[in-house]
């Protein structure tokens, strides 16, 4: 089951999503769902829901995290699937760091919203190296766990 755009926004209003953090999901959703169309016009077949709810939801544990150092992607995940939404669970849990989705011939929605949520700073699309310095600056992140 894929969560529609008034249930995605309904739970991040329900998880107390901070304002920065839903601004950053709706730019996430903004690239994300680009990136699909333009490479579905090439043959690729890309599920656009899936992708909304992935990117609107994927930092939905966000918020709580800050406070209590879980792993937001794991807690994100495990929420969406208690939920029912099992496909949006793995888009969630592989938003920060994929398993090995890149030796697929195709492009995934995994895919899609990792990169697009790496390419958006806060509230801003940047480049790749602007965003990795950003994540080695505040997380400790090295080059290979990106």
């Known amino acids: 089951m894929i969560p529609t755009l008034e249930e995605c926004l309904d739970l991040m209003k329900e998880h107390n999503m901070l304002e920065n953090i839903v601004h950053h999901s709706l730019l996430v959703n903004e690239v994300g769902l680009w ?29 709580k995290s800050i406070t ?3 792993d937001h992607a794991k807690t994100g995940s495990e929420l969406l699937e208690k939920l029912g939404f099992e496909s949006i669970s793995e888009i969630v849990r ?47 992140i090295n080059q290979e766990r990106v």
């Open 68 to 70: 209590t150092g879980e």
């Open 94 to 140: 592989q938003h920060v760091m994929t398993d090995d989705a890149l030796n697929s011939p195709t492009i995934s929605e995994i895919e899609i919203v990792n990169y697009a949520d790496k390419r958006v700073l806060h509230s801003k699309v940047v480049t790749l190296r602007k965003r990795f310095d950003d994540l080695r600056t505040r997380y400790g």
């Open 35 to 63: 990136l699909s169309e333009e490479l579905n016009k090439t043959g690729e077949n890309i599920d656009l829901a899936k992708v909304q709810a992935g990117a609107l939801l994927h930092d939905i544990t966000k918020t």
